[in-house]
């Protein structure tokens, strides 16, 4: 898999493509949360963030899937939750806000190479995420990452409650 790097000057360029694979992604779905409408908002508000950076894998040019976010402001986090006290005041977080892969390539290790390379750049000493609590297997997967369940958090009346959870990057901290 060819892994591509974005940031927020190309978001408008990418933005269709981000959509599209979100819609593969959520195929079925019904709910209000998952509509392409709704997600679009997500992709416009975090695109909007300094730092915020995507990550794209292609195979043979074909989308595999993507991964982006960006650092919080000093003290800031998730809506709906509360920062954990084990995260210090003065330690910079990284929020990773979306990972997808496409239907066909789930199980195939694309997550976990996107990820790794998102992770492998970052000079935050953490990185957190919200996991749908629905799907327990999704949270385990996480956890099996190095990622600790730090909180619950329904941020929107529409959405689920999600687990939020937290990795250090950095030895020690």
């Keep these: 898999m060819e892994v591509q790097r974005y940031g927020q000057q ?20 019904s709910a209000s949360f998952d509509s392409r409408e709704r997600f679009a908002e997500f992709v416009d508000g975090w695109s909007s963030r300094d ?28 809506r709906g939750s509360e920062r954990p006290r084990s995260l210090g005041p003065t330690e910079r977080a990284f929020a990773l806000s979306e990972l997808m892969v496409l ?13 790794e390379a998102l992770l492998s750049s970052r000079s935050e000493e953490a990185v957190t995420l919200f996991v749908d609590l ?9 956890e099996s990452w190095g990622y600790e ?3 619950e958090s329904q941020p929107f009346d529409d959405s689920p409650v999600f ?11």
Excluded at 53 to 74: I, M, N, Q, R, T
Excluded at 103 to 115: D, V
Excluded at 134 to 142: N, R
Aim: charged share 20%; hydrophobic share 40%.
């Design 134 to 142: 629905a799907h327990p297997k999704v949270v385990a997967l996480y």
């Design 51 to 78: 730092g915020w950076v995507c990550l794209v894998g292609f195979d043979e040019g074909e989308p595999v899937g993507y991964l982006y976010g960006a650092p919080f402001s000093p003290g800031g986090w998730w």
């Design 10 to 29: 190309d978001a408008k360029d990418i933005r269709t493509l981000l959509l599209d694979i979100h819609d593969a992604a959520y195929q079925g779905s």
């Design 103 to 115: 239907p066909r390539w789930r199980k195939t290790g694309a997550s976990s190479e996107l990820h």
């Design 163 to 173: 687990a939020v959870m937290l990795r250090r990057l950095k030895p020690g901290c």
């Design 149 to 151: 369940q730090v909180d």
